[in-house]
């Protein structure tokens, strides 16, 4: 469980990084990351009250709608390569560079597709002129959002956690300025779509000056020491189109469940429905950033090795991040449904008081989410992941259809009801999932051992 670095091109005989304490080290990792989270969610929330007090409410939802939309096309962008890529490299070590090539022209390929095709719905569709521009002008954003997963991807599995943090806050820097010149300057819905797309460009940019070195064969690998290692003949576009694909639905289902009820209040509703819904779910995406620092930035590429070398690290994750990560989640509940019906109100103003009835409900999902991410993570390996995609796929299958029942019934509180029932079938599913092939008839660990196991690495 300790992480060393391999430079790949560099002589056999280099000096090995040195050692440090495994805990205090995990610590200040998780610490940057932590930091980063915190800032990086401090400035997503900003931006999404300076445009919700600057914009006509209407115009609002269609930005946040439309701005949901891209956030859905990312995945089918992305094509899961970013959580592939930790999967091979864990696996495979400095020989999964021979991934790399390949990988990146897929995404390239399908980012394209995805532009293309929000383009060309904006200049067909013109019904109503607003989210038609806005589509077109955020189009950049899908290419950004496979950028930078591939960024933090690579920046994951080189260790260096430091520069990860600095390059996840970089773009909600340059979004909250351009918010702020919203509403300094009384600009307009598809003005602040232009500098949303004016960041996306120069997130691209900085993306692929950190992806270039993979693409090179040349950089180093936390977790990976020995002798240099060539990559290996290139793999096989269905071999590679085939192990992504799980990725990729996966990526897809999560955001279904922070978004679609957006895209859908929108479209079905009314693009004021679509900013009452969009409030509290701005809100519950800051507070899943927290499980996703823990188990998608930190220790996924970890749980891939240990999934094939250290058994009992898998089974402390299990127990103790579970039972951890609810504990947190029940407490963040209280606060929020607690704080929420008086702050929403007062931060974002009076038209957005329904908001704050919505986010209660919304409040019940937090410790369900994160309970099901702790599990989850431990189906990411080992042969589990197209059985954790098929258990999110149903999961959204039995949102969307708790959407069309909801929404006629109770409109904007349909959403909020629909999520929260969704969360608990997705807990129960994969915890039953991870307790029958993962954990089996093992021995847990005692909280004494995995006290031990902790402060000794």
């Not at 599995?157 to 600095?166: I, S």
């Not at 799980?246 to 900013?275: D, H, I, K, R, T």
Request: glycine share 10%; charged share 10%.
């Amino acid at each position: 469980m300790t992480a060393t670095g391999t430079a790949l091109g560099s002589p056999a005989s280099a000096p090995a990084p040195r050692r440090t304490g495994g805990l205090g080290r995990r610590l200040r990792q998780l610490g940057l990351l932590g930091f980063s989270q915190v800032g990086l969610t401090v400035l997503a929330f900003l931006a999404q009250v300076l445009l919700a007090r600057s914009l006509p409410q209407a115009h609002f939802g269609a930005f946040m709608s439309v701005l949901s939309l891209m956030t859905l096309a990312g995945p089918l962008a992305l094509f899961g390569v970013a959580e592939f890529w930790l999967q091979r490299f864990g696996r495979e070590g400095p020989r999964a560079l021979r991934w790399v090539r390949p990988s990146v022209r897929l995404v390239l390929a399908c980012s394209a597709v995805q532009v293309l095709a929000m383009v060309a719905w904006g200049l067909l569709d013109r019904s109503d002129p607003l989210p038609a521009d806005l589509r077109i002008i955020l189009a950049p954003v899908i290419l950004a959002q496979a950028g930078m997963a591939l960024s933090v991807s690579v920046l994951q599995l080189r260790g260096t956690y430091g520069q990860l943090a600095a390059v996840q806050l970089a773009p909600h820097l340059g979004r909250l300025l351009i918010a702020v010149l919203v509403g300094l300057l009384g600009l307009s819905a598809t003005t602040a779509a232009a500098g949303w797309s004016l960041v996306a460009v120069a997130t691209v940019l900085l993306s692929v000056g950190l992806i270039t070195p993979f693409w090179r064969g040349r950089t180093r690998l936390e977790g990976h020491a020995g002798a240099v290692v060539r990559p290996g003949r290139p793999p096989r576009a269905r071999h590679l189109v085939g192990g992504a694909v799980p990725f990729m639905f996966g990526s897809l289902f999560y955001l279904l469940g922070m978004n679609l009820g957006v895209v859908v209040s929108g479209e079905f509703l009314s693009a004021e429905a679509a900013a009452v819904i969009a409030v509290p779910m701005t809100l519950l995406t800051a507070i899943y950033i927290l499980p996703r620092v823990v188990y998608q930035q930190y220790f996924l590429a970890k749980l891939h090795r240990w999934s094939r070398s250290d058994r009992d690290a898998v089974l402390i994750a299990y127990r103790a991040g579970t039972v951890g990560m609810i504990a947190v989640g029940v407490l963040i509940a209280a606060v929020v449904a607690a704080g929420g019906r008086y702050a929403i109100p007062l931060v974002f103003g009076a038209a957005y008081d329904q908001s704050a009835t919505v986010m209660v409900l919304l409040a019940l999902a937090v410790p369900l989410r994160f309970g099901s991410a702790s599990v989850a993570s431990l189906l990411t390996s080992g042969g589990l992941v197209r059985r954790k995609v098929l258990y999110q796929g149903l999961g959204s299958a039995a949102y969307l259809a708790a959407l069309a029942l909801t929404i006629p019934l109770f409109g904007v509180y349909g959403v909020a009801l629909a999520t929260v029932l969704s969360e608990g079938l997705l807990l129960v599913l994969f915890w039953s999932c991870v307790k029958r092939n993962v954990v089996g008839d093992a021995r847990l660990p005692t909280w004494s051992e995995i006290r031990r196991r902790l402060t000794k690495e």
